[in-house]
């Protein structure tokens, strides 16, 4: 069974950082992307950033210049390096991945999320 561990989070003073992990586990024949997303308190889940099947990245606008994501060699674990936070990055971070298990076909796992929050 695949699983998808986030860690990092927390609480942080705006212009303050944090780098949140993301780990798959499990059985997997291939990871074909992943990418992390936020849920802010009364809004939807929005996309924050990502990896494209060919291995570029992508940002949500917001977080350009801010926020960086890296992986290992193996695409696992992936890391969203966070600076010069603001309030408005509060969101509960989620690690989503498109994902090949051993005899089974592609599927989207989602992790359990972590908060961040950013306070003085």
């Known amino acids: 069974q695949v699983q998808l561990v986030e860690s990092g989070g927390g609480l942080v003073q705006p212009g303050g950082s944090l780098r949140l992990s993301c780990a798959a586990s499990?059985?997997?024949?291939?990871?074909?992307?992943m990418d992390w997303y936020r849920q802010a308190p009364g809004k939807q889940r929005e996309f924050v950033a990502g990896?494209?099947?060919?291995?570029?990245?992508n940002y949500q606008d917001s977080v350009k210049g801010r926020f960086t994501i890296s992986r290992d060699s193996a695409k696992n674990p992936m890391y969203l390096q966070m600076n010069s936070l603001k309030p408005e990055d509060t969101a509960v971070y989620y690690c989503?991945?498109?994902?090949?298990?051993?005899?089974?076909?592609?599927?989207?796992?989602w992790g359990q999320g972590t908060q961040v929050t950013v306070s003085s």
């Open positions: 989503h991945a498109r994902i090949k298990p051993f005899g089974e076909p592609a599927n989207d796992y």
């Open positions: 990896f494209t099947s060919g291995g570029t990245t």
């Open positions: 499990g059985k997997i024949f291939a990871i074909y992307y």
